[in-house]
């Protein structure tokens, strides 16, 4: 990795991370037992690739101001999911980036609130980032609206629910796709999109940037399932061969290993192509692609 | 009840029922399972009391658009907060509105999405209730705020928490009011906020409606603990007695039927006088605080 734009990730993660850490000093109080769960699900060792993205994509349109608050917006929802997604009902996970699941660590009553008021957070945090950035009525309806999409209904909910659905019995290649898109590319899309919007793109190369975010987000969820099948959950922070156990069909499982990782190369080079055809050539933005790419946890 | 406000809120209640019917029609497709665990709850037999709040609060701050959309916006928010309240994890309720709740009809991992993205469909319809009415970025902005701030962190879902924790032992009153202001108030505040920002009510109007709000928030709590112990199942179209075998603390077991009673009294007393000397003469208004003194279900 070029040492400038490893530097500049480094400075934005740290950034992230503390916005992080502070959402629930700020603000509205909560019962201390939903604040500690939700700082402990905002502060779990994570690699903010959302957030990442949401500043990569910012400062690649072009944006000068302080879009951090945004980002632990995509952040926070992204931990939500992990909580919810944790759940006895859903995948009743116990690991969770190398510590005892929100759930373990709380208790299942107040993992569901806290998840809850994170998706609430989510949305506060994303409208005051506005408010700091100075963005007009109508960017900030649709960050707000793009935001709870890719977390609500046809977004990562749903695609997690689908994914449940699916244990125990195999599903065609195309309903696999349909699923990982809505269960993970729906947040990376977003991430991009979100930046692109807050920095005032043009309506073309919001477009480029959704668009590419969503190969990335499909490559990355394919990523995913080849080290749930050959990485250990050491390196994972959590538990390996979930999925197998689970009978869950994966890329894996629908085309092997190799056929996956083609796979998933295939649609990084088409994200990078996007991205290089709409003139992005920011150097965050192509660096988060590659690490998608290359990713081994 | 004056005959010509009771045919205007049969209708308004009848204009909420449609919008809550058309959230799932409208907008981004849903996983059919979620689609459907979300109509149903959001279809239930309902009072709509907060939604009626919010056109009632609208009209008499002013108000001559339609905000059926925000106050579908509350009836969202309040319908998702019953669905997980009524999960194995929170009361573990298996009867609600007369018919059985969503996790026992859809199961828990479905009732907990649903829950999840009816907090997000909220939002969304919020924000589209905001355009209609031609609202400014500003007022945009207060109205998903006290939205969410009712739903999130430290309204609904932190009360039903407290609650939770409260059960199995005596809490002093204060704690038990603190609990129910979250719970009930919150929501039922935020109801009057809603319609009276959206009307585009004056800081000092806003204020005496939303007071008035948190009083007869309050008083409806009160009530229900009344009716918990008092009314038959058939009646609540809930388990009766539910609080008392759970061991919660209510205002009845602190401090008995009769004094619990006059305690709403009181409380719905001092709306009417703040409605009253904020000028606001309105029917609607003044006639659900009236219903929620005298509430039988």
């Not at 957030?51 to 945004?70: C, I, Q, R, S």
């Not at 935001?147 to 990562?156: C, Y």
């Not at 538990?239 to 996956?260: C, N, W």
């Amino acid at each position: 990795m070029n040492e400038a734009t490893e530097v500049t990730l480094a400075q934005w993660r740290a950034r992230i991370d503390g916005a992080l850490a502070r959402v629930t000093a700020n603000g509205a109080p909560l019962p201390e037992k939903v604040r500690d769960a939700v700082h402990y699900s905002l502060t779990g060792e994570g690699k903010r690739l959302r957030g990442l993205l949401v500043l990569a994509a910012y400062e690649a349109l072009g944006g000068k101001g302080n879009a951090v608050g945004l980002a632990a917006a995509v952040e926070i929802v992204h931990a939500y999911s992990l909580v919810h997604d944790d759940l006895p009902c859903m995948d009743n996970d116990h690991i969770r980036r190398g510590r005892p699941t929100t759930h373990r660590a709380f208790g299942v009553a107040t993992a569901t609130v806290a998840g809850v008021a994170m998706v609430a957070l989510a949305v506060t945090q994303a409208v005051q980032a506005a408010e700091t950035l100075g963005l007009s009525a109508d960017v900030t309806k649709r960050l707000v609206s793009v935001l709870m999409q890719s977390s609500g209904a046809t977004g990562m909910v749903g695609g997690q629910l689908m994914d449940l659905m699916s244990e125990g019995r195999e599903i065609p290649v195309k309903q696999l796709e349909a699923i990982h898109r809505a269960k993970t590319g729906a947040l990376i899309a977003a991430s991009v999109t979100l930046g692109g919007l807050a920095a005032g793109g043009s309506a073309a190369a919001v477009d480029a940037l959704a668009k590419a975010g969503e190969s990335l987000g499909l490559a990355f969820q394919i990523a995913d399932d080849v080290l749930d099948a050959t990485a250990s959950s050491e390196a994972l922070g959590k538990s390996a061969g979930a999925d197998a156990k689970l009978e869950k069909s994966t890329y894996v499982s629908t085309m092997g290993v190799q056929a996956a990782k083609a796979h998933g190369e295939a649609l990084v080079a088409d994200a990078m192509q996007r991205l290089q055809a709409a003139g992005l050539k920011n150097g965050p933005l192509l660096e988060l692609a590659r690490f998608v790419a290359a990713r081994r946890s």
